[in-house]
């Protein structure tokens, strides 16, 4: 993954506007966040595989960048995001890096269906 | 504590490098000693959240890099007997339960095993350990000739609830394997490693002790958790 250039991460979201897509969605602190920080609040979110069809995408701001998604009838969005690739399978992924190399966000979206 | 001599051994985990930490001198020592040790790794660590910065590895790349970790592990601690159950990391408690019991009683009924080792219920602190735990008591339970079952506890709470474990094996003379296990999980241990080496040069005996000790709690059945 290279960190976020914010004209080739644009251009990426606009190839996936109007299809059916693939997304994944994933917010986290971890599992073990109130095991070593007791009285931690740990909440997070998982989506995988749900098909969205978007008619706009932007990503904004510095880095950490927020993404969003309009759709005819709802949005997708997430903040933290400070990586992004396209895959050899064509997929965009993106995530959100803390400074210790840990995965706080990933939002993805796929023509075909990610793997179970 | 010396390991006894098994018939066979079957260890069921959730994920890629939990066999390392708590168990892989002990799983080393049983091959060692000709015991059969069959490990069910129930995912592959999917939902991995060590993928560096700058990254290493992607959220869709990460599956096969645990992977070839976990065969790495087998091979350190010479197992050759290793099932990759294909669930999903983070979704076994949504599992259902009676399927997850079903699971354990195949592996058991296939390899027959005369000690179980899995993680100790209400004291596993992840919830795919819990699950994998409550799973594998619940299929224990239901046997009328029950093999051993020793569990890995390391909730805060562990030791005000459970007391010391009652099982302590010695393993320093596979100290190398177990360090070869938790390397081979290089992708998430790498920061762990790094902060036990520093340890270990000042003396830390606590971490010391960790290398060359390992626990369990024979399941208590008797204040069974359900």
Redesign the interface.
């Known amino acids: 993954?290279e960190l976020v250039e914010v004209n080739q991460l644009q251009a990426a979201i606009d190839s996936f506007a109007g299809k059916d897509v693939y997304l994944?969605l994933?917010t986290?602190n971890?599992?073990?966040a109130s095991?070593f920080n007791?009285g931690f609040f740990n909440a997070g979110a998982?989506i995988r595989n749900v098909v969205i069809n978007f008619e706009l995408g932007k990503v904004v701001g510095d880095s950490p960048h927020r993404v969003g998604l309009k759709l005819p009838q709802g949005w997708v969005y997430a903040q933290g995001i400070?990586?992004f690739?396209i895959?050899e399978e064509g997929?965009l992924?993106l995530?959100g890096?803390?400074?210790?190399?840990?995965?706080?966000v990933?939002l993805?979206l796929s023509e075909t269906p990610?793997?179970? | 504590m010396t390991i006894p001599k098994e018939r066979h051994v079957l260890v069921i985990f959730p994920h890629p490098d939990d066999e390392a930490f708590g168990v892989s001198g002990t799983i080393t020592t049983h091959i060692q000693q000709g015991t059969p040790v069959t490990y069910a790794c129930l995912t592959l660590g999917e939902?991995g959240?060590?993928?560096?910065?700058?990254?290493f590895a992607?959220?869709?790349?990460l599956?096969a890099i645990r992977k070839k970790e976990l065969l790495a592990s087998a091979e350190a601690m010479g197992l050759t007997d290793l099932r990759m159950m294909?669930l999903?990391d983070?979704t076994i408690e949504f599992e259902d339960d009676e399927k997850m019991v079903r699971m354990m009683e195949e592996l058991i009924e296939e390899t027959n095993p005369s000690l179980i080792i899995t993680f100790y219920p209400d004291f596993a602190?992840?919830?795919?350990h819990e699950a994998t735990a409550r799973a594998v008591v619940r299929a224990v339970r239901r046997m009328d000739d029950r093999p051993k079952l020793h569990c890995v506890a390391f909730?805060?709470n562990t030791l005000d609830v459970l007391g010391e474990p009652d099982v302590v094996y010695d393993i320093k003379p596979v100290r190398e394997h177990k360090m070869n296990s938790m390397k081979a999980h290089i992708s998430q241990t790498a920061?762990m490693l790094e902060e036990m080496e520093h340890k270990l040069q000042n003396g830390d005996t606590e971490t010391e002790n960790w290398l060359t000790m390992e626990r369990f709690y024979a399941y208590r059945w008797d204040q069974d958790f359900e």
């Open positions: 993954m994944h994933e986290t971890g599992s073990y095991h007791e998982f400070t990586h690739e895959d997929r992924l995530a890096h803390d400074g210790t190399g840990k995965l706080a990933a993805q990610f793997s179970y | 939902m959240r060590n993928l560096g910065n700058p990254p992607t959220r869709e790349s599956p294909g999903r983070k602190v992840h919830p795919d909730a805060n920061w």
